[in-house]
């Protein structure tokens, strides 16, 4: 009897130990491997004042690697900011054939930095399976912005503006339980980036509003404080 209450003690305090809730005024931080996946749409490009039809540009999808850090408001609220490292896009045009430009012919390397605030709830912060759910708001600035040697080449492209970027954000992700704070974090993100690019060419100055709209999906770990 004596050793079956000491064999229940220890796995009492194994459990215990493992449980590491998710409390009133805790930190707690993510790291990712992530995809960056836009749900793009553009407007044809406007060249010295008037649309071409048919064209327009895509822009590729990237893997990085993805941070976050929050704070616990309550037992259920929190404020979670998305501090991606930087990231580079490839942006493709399309239907400029006839000025000797192929489709996919990539235009535009751009670096694009999106730091997102979000406010969460999670839905059963003292289990071991924890779901949260978040809306937030995104700044996105583009910058090392670069024509390709195609676009320099061949539309004698010079000059290029990519303008920064508000947008709503909305999150999903579930965090499994391991141990000493520890967990194994699934998470999926859409994020509202719009932007225009400008630049010049011989032939006049051209515009092209986008929208990238990326839904994130992210694997990683998290650790709460």
Request: glycine content about 10%.
């Amino acid at each position: 009897m004596k050793m079956s209450k000491t064999i229940l003690a220890a796995a009492l305090a194994v459990v215990s130990g493992a449980s590491m809730a998710a409390d009133k005024g805790d930190w707690f931080m993510h790291a990712r491997v992530i995809n960056i996946n836009p749900n793009d749409d553009s407007s044809v490009l406007n060249l010295a004042g008037g649309d071409v039809a048919g064209t327009g540009v895509e822009v590729n999808d990237a893997t990085t690697l993805g941070v976050s850090i929050g704070y616990m408001l309550t037992d259920n609220f929190a404020l979670d900011l998305l501090l991606d490292p930087s990231t580079q896009h490839d942006v493709s045009a399309f239907g400029l054939s006839g000025l000797g430009v192929p489709d996919g012919t990539e235009v535009v390397n751009t670096n694009v930095l999106p730091p997102t605030l979000f406010a969460q709830y999670h839905f059963n912060p003292q289990g071991k399976v924890r779901p949260y759910a978040g809306v937030g708001l995104n700044y996105t600035l583009f910058f090392n912005d670069d024509l390709t040697d195609a676009a320099q080449t061949v539309l004698g492209a010079s000059n290029l503006d990519i303008d920064s970027s508000f947008g709503l954000a909305g999150q999903f992700g579930i965090d499994f339980e391991m141990k000493n704070g520890w967990y194994f974090n699934v998470d999926v993100k859409y994020i509202k980036i719009d932007t225009t690019a400008t630049f010049d060419t011989a032939l006049g100055a051209v515009s092209v509003d986008v929208d990238i709209d990326p839904t994130v999906v992210g694997i990683g770990f998290g650790k709460t404080f």
